[in-house]
RNA sequence: GGAGUGGACCGGGUGGCCGCCGGCCGAGUCGCGGCCGGUGCGCUUGCGCACCGGCGGCGAAACUCGGCGGGAGGAAAGUCCGGGCACCUUCGGACACGGUGGUGGGUAACGCCCACCGGCCGCAAGGCCAGGGAAAGUGCAACAGAAAGUAAACCGCCUCGCUCGGCUCGCCGGGCAAGGCAAGGGUGAAACGGUGAGGUAAGAGCUCACCAGCAGGCCGGGUGACCGGUCUGGCUAGGCAAACCCCACCGGGUGCAAGGCCAAGCAGGAAGCCACGGCCGCGCCGGAGACCAACGUCUCCGGCGGCGAGCCUACGGAACGUCCGAGCCGUCGCAAGACUUCCGGGUGGGCCGCUCGAGGGGCCGAGCAAUCGACCCCCUAGAGAAAUGGCCGCCACCCGCCGUGGCGCGCAAGCGCGCCACGGCGGGCACAGAACCCGGCUUACAAGUCCACUCCGAUC
RNA sequence: UGGGGAAUGGUGUAACGGUAGCACGACUGGCUCUGGACCAGUUAGUCUAGGUUCAAAUCCUAGUUCCCCAG
């Protein structure tokens, strides 16, 4: 293992990762439609709201309450759930993701990307059954 | 060397890979129009239209790619003050309400800052103070205490009278009643100056001296707060204004989600005192006309205001705590509407505002200082479900443990303790994230740097 | 982001600047065969830190926490 690949832990750090705007949800109205939809599923980490997306490809939107923090600490979490989407979008399905921290512990960029991964690949699954568009 | 006081500064550095936001430049995509060539069709056959290919040009809303350079703080925080800016109503005034509170200065302004004055604390360097008025008015002071403020008297002290007892016959002691007193005791957070002398039945600023404190006059210093001196007065005027209040000064309201432009979209409805005014109906009076033999009837016009729970609009509009005045705009014509409040409907997209500003740095000058002025240089975040980052190294810095070496001390001669240097391992590295922009205040903060000063101890 | 309000025993609430009450609860005892009800008693509080005042839950300043409104 040479010291760039360990550099590079968390996952294969790629080109084709980055994060424009269009990969976020930038409106209410989207927010209100994912919630609208209630399919959310969560573990001691995340909780997850989801929704077929418009697009061909998965979607984030983040909601960290000030019960986890103060400022500094929210920007904190939305900067880990943001890489952790940025560096796993190849593998999550064409969602709309609204994410929430569950607010316990400190999780680190690792646990949220297993995290994230994991719930949004059942979630797909309850919204295939669900049959909400 | 120790203890301390005041102030200024800093808020890790560096590298690899992958990202985010906005700016500029270029290319592609796209759009517009031009030229050349080809094919087809029409034909007024040196023309027009359509399609295909090629080459320049112009454009920039969006998207993609590439390049260049930029991207959190000293508090960005709390939102406690003050301004800029924007809209509301053009100006002035009164009242109400709120704020500030020694003096002088600084400033765009301030509740901020500087200097000085006064009071309190500290041996000192220094620190703290909402620090105007209680001899304008109203009010408050629980409990205790006689009394909580132009007075009053529980114990007490004193005089006179009556009375009882004793007796060395001059007084002594007790009780009751009337009166005088405020020194002593006692209460309280606070009780109408202190010491001494005179004075008295006992006492008392009752009188006097000194001291403290007060008021007024004069002199001197200071821009001033105030300070120093002197004379006179009356002997006491208590506390609380972060109680009402008085005085002086300041303050219009709302806030960039202000506000402006563009696009898209929808659906309107209800209510609004009195008086004055207009209309209508009824009634009365007058006039004219028509019909009638006449009584009278009908029509029109004018007036009255008697009647009407009839209709219309309101003299209206213009951010506001209330009111007044001036000025402005509109104006009543047939009606509706224009105004306010409430209910309902639509949208919640884009652009501007949006970062060059009381801006930062250097140097010189004025000033005790805060600060101000001249010159030179610099441009330094502008997001919008909200960027300024993620992961991994290296080097600083701090702490702990271990090892090696040196020095000092102790020693039961195995060693132990302390300091310094080097190496290794592990851990830590604060408070905290711009949201229109500034000036302050307040609060939070790891480690560290520098300057000035005070006190104590030792040595020279 | 901007604006407004509140904080008193475990809970809900009173208190002109002068001893912090009340109700429910909890605990102990009594009554009862036992429980409930009832009776008696106990417990425990002014969000925090300064300041004004003789004296502060109350007045002033700063902080903490919570709630509401606009969008």
Do not use: W
Not at 49 to 71: F, M, T
């Amino acid at each position: 293992m040479t010291t760039q690949a360990r550099a590079n832990r968390p996952i294969d750090s790629m080109t084709g990762h980055g994060l424009p705007a269009r990969y976020r949800l930038r409106r209410q109205t989207d927010f209100e439609r994912v919630y609208a939809g209630r399919i959310s599923i969560g573990d001691g980490v995340l909780r997850i709201y989801g929704l077929k997306s418009e697009c061909p490809h998965p979607r984030l939107g983040l909601s960290v309450s000030r019960r986890v923090g103060g400022a500094v600490v929210r920007n904190r979490y939305k900067r880990l759930l943001r890489e952790a989407f940025r560096l796993a979008r190849q593998n999550l399905p064409a969602l709309d993701l609204v994410v929430i921290p569950a607010g316990r512990g400190r999780p680190d960029l690792a646990q949220f990307q297993e995290s994230l991964v994991r719930l949004a690949a059942r979630l797909a699954e309850r919204v295939e059954g669900s049959g909400i568009e």
